[in-house]
């Protein structure tokens, strides 16, 4: 069913956990449908300088999440806006079809949560 | 028993291991009853005989005469056949059907393809624990209603319906009633006349029978008072079944399942008791030291074999997932885990919110399943929900923790 | 081999003895491989492997893609979802389906369901070997055809029809076709593509598997340009075999018809060089030292192990009757030996006087046979027809030979 | 499918074959049908002196025939023409059902021969 890369970060979720102080979170998904992701960031320099998630969901919806963490740590808020569901599938080694579709929203999240931070920072 | 490894089967109603005894005895056909027993020469004759003694058998479990017992490929077939075969024989008699929402989606499926030739189906609502009402069943009875459709007892929450008393109803009613048997057949006591049952599906790989073998029980052999034959094939072909369901006998496994009930007929007393004692403990465990968990399904009326609890704030299959990196197989109704993407018809019939749907955990035992099986589970099982929980955005009433001036975007 | 007793078996187009590789592969997953495939925990994922598995295997005994096959309980079924699924889907389109006289029961009575339904049949004939007229077949489509099922190699009479032909009729036209292979898959090399077959039946138990395993292969796995979806399910219910036939899948069983399909393909050539060679024997021996004998079918496009012959004045059953008295397991196309007490409708078609069909005898050769089993049938046939034909009253020519005067009555 | 007795009287057919010099015959069934029956009969004393068949059919048919004419022989014609196709089927232990119906024809081919026999003496 799930490659050892998924079972490795659905067993050992990286950064997993709420991020009190965090600039900005995403939220995707929606209970009623089996899925709901936090993708929490703190910025600098315009650098994602720490990233946290919490997940309600599927083991593919929890090692995606945990992934996006991985992946997304460092990058340039540019740089993190172009990952895509294809780079987290595939850094995860592949997800079953019907998992590529319907669970693989943490790029969806982090995207929203760079969006939110964006938005804030104009705001202010 | 064959398990490879170490593993804590808990999905019984799945399916279940093979009983060795049935292997042996199949295993016994396979060399030396190999014939057809449509031919005439002994060979063939011989596993004719095999096959009428295994109907004998089979039929003796559920009080059904011999002739009553027609086998066929599965559950499924089962249902398909009594339903449709019931209900596009007797088109001219009326057409009308009355099921529960808590089939199987052999019998639910079925029924939707039966709306879209023409006939009406009624699926009865069913109150928190599962059960149907009587009262309603019979108001919802017209001259036009032919077949009523209810399962012995649900497969995901393991409720047992008031079998006689519907049977009861049908018959005054003089309409025929169906119950898909597939998950209480070997468990609890069945006898089809003093519950007036017509037609009855089971299948034996949940009994510790093989795979591909199913029976339909058909009263007075598909003939009844005032009806004449009432039930037409879903297979059509050399009259096998005496023309009810074509296709070369599969007399090794028919053999098999009829070796299962033999064994399901000495073993059930005992065997529902343990495991009643089991499924009572994991309840009470289970309900006593994690928060927030609740019962699917019925206390009492209740399969021997069957928990179903829901977990709020997490998901289904990362619960079993997580249990199966334990070792432990088990099932759920959240949608991720089923081909459907939509969480268990059942659980949302029984009035529970979508998101909780997605956070239950059947578990279901069997013969093969013991005590250290049971504490083994038990230990596993509260730390994985409590890493869940961790992990998950919801909590105790309040979903959005954070900001709750964040706009909230759907997907789907 | 586990042959009980010494018994010479000739007739495995009834059925085949089990390989004992087939059951000892079976063995192993009745004991290891009991998950359902459907569920999400390792027991059933492997499951679910070993099911893909064999369906690759199976596959490419045909040259179709994985997942263009499907698995049925028998070639009955296979035969009922092709038909019933392909004309119910496609009512709008046409309700034309055509088809030989000379179909197994399980394409027939389908058939005659099917214009019970408003479905319109034609009925090829064929001439004395079996064979269709494909000239014939071009002129009965119209454009209300949907449909041409041609059964690939009789059961009873062994003639292989022009498949590659027929295929490439039905092509020319967009009409469907299906063929039924239960006789031939194993015994001929088929290639679904070369032949431009749609759908093709087949039954493991004629090919050294199980019992209750059949398959349906299903080009482009049910979807086809101009067309889309051209085929529905019978069996309604959990979705499996992406949707066309619900049903828990027979893992074990399935494993078998795999690894009967590997042995086949291993084996294919050799045993039909053996079999032909036995057959021919038969025809030569037999045909030469009985009077009043003839051979059903054609003498080359004939499966390598079918003999079918006629002996004039005796009747089927009395035949194999004795023959099995002798220790030997034969077929025939009496009427008395049948449940519907008709004479082949096969023998007819191919323009037998009735009274000719009773008194068939089909050899059917297979694996386990021998040249001692097919010289031990040699010895013993002649004197069994001698005695047959010494207690008939019909003799060459004449029926009556005691009083012509005396008033003849017609039972029936 | 056939009781020990059926497959005796298969198998070793009593008093089977053409009779020459025969008073009557009776001949029931059709070949059309799969079935066609001859008894013959020799007469002394309006009792059966001598009987014998010839038959082309199953099984049961060729044992039927030669159960009756173990019945028949040395009844008078009147005790002769009480015998049923039950008496047969019974005295051979036992007939398949479907056989009984279609291939029990014994008793229908002696009743003929006695009729035949006795409208030969009516017109001499
Ligand atoms: C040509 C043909 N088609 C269909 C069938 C039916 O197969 P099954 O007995 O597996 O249903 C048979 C054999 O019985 C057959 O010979
Ligand atoms: C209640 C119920 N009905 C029907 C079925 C279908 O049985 P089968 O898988 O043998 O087709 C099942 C199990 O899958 C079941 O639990």
Known sequence: MYSEKVMDHFRNPRNMGEMKNADAVGEVGNPVCGDLMYIYIKIKDDRINDISFQTFGCGAAIATSSMITELAKGKTLDEAMKITRDDIAGSLDGLPPIKMHCSNLASDGLRKAIENYRAKQKKE | MGFKMKYVYLDYAATTPMDPEVIKEIEKHYRETYGNPSSFHKIGQNAAQILEKSREIVASL???????????????????????????????RGNHIITSSIEHHAVLHTCQYLEKQGFKVSYLPVDEYGLIDLKELEETITNKTIL???????????????????????????????????????????????????????????????????????????????WGNYIEPLLHGGGHERGLRSSTENVPGIA??????????????????????????????????????????????RLPNNVNLGF????????????????????????????????????????????????????????YTTEADIDYFLEKLPPIIEKLRKMSPLKNGKKYMFDPTYEINHHH
Do not use: W
Not at chain 2, 71 to 88: H, R, Y
Not at chain 2, 148 to 173: L, R
Not at chain 2, 269 to 290: A, M, P, W, Y
């Open chain 2, 256 to 301: 098999g399942f009829a070796k299962a009930v033999e064994l399901c007929k000495r073993s059930m007393k005992e065997e529902s008791e343990k495991l009643i004692k089991f499924r009572d403990k994991i309840i009470k465990e289970i309900t006593e030291n994690i928060e927030d968990v609740y019962l699917n399904g019925h206390y009492t009326k």
């Open chain 2, 148 to 226: 009523i459709s209810i399962i012995f007892a649900n497969n995901e929450i393991g409720t047992i319906e008031p079998i006689k008393e519907i049977g009861e109803i049908a018959k005054k009613h003089d309409v025929i009633f169906h119950t898909d048997a597939v998950q209480t057949l070997g468990k609890v006591p069945i006898d089809v006349e003093e519950m007036n049952i017509d037609l009855l599906s089971a299948s034996a790989h949940k009994l510790y029978g093989p795979k591909g073998v199913g029976l339909l029980y058909i009263r007075g052999h598909g003939v009844r008072k005032g």
């Open chain 2, 62 to 92: 559920i009080n059904a005469k011999t002739d009553e017992i027609f086998f066929t490929s599965s559950g499924t077939e089962s249902d398909n056949l009594a339903l449709k075969g019931v209900a596009f024989k007797n088109k001219g």
């Open chain 2, 312 to 367: 709020r704030y997490i998901e289904g299959e990362s619960i079993i997932l997580s249990l199966d990196v334990e070792g432990i197989a088990a099932s759920t109704g959240s949608a991720c885990s089923s081909k459907s993407l939509e969480p268990s018809h059942v659980l949302l019939a029984i009035g529970q919110k979508p998101e909780d749907a997605h956070g239950s955990l059947r578990i279901t035992m069997g013969r």
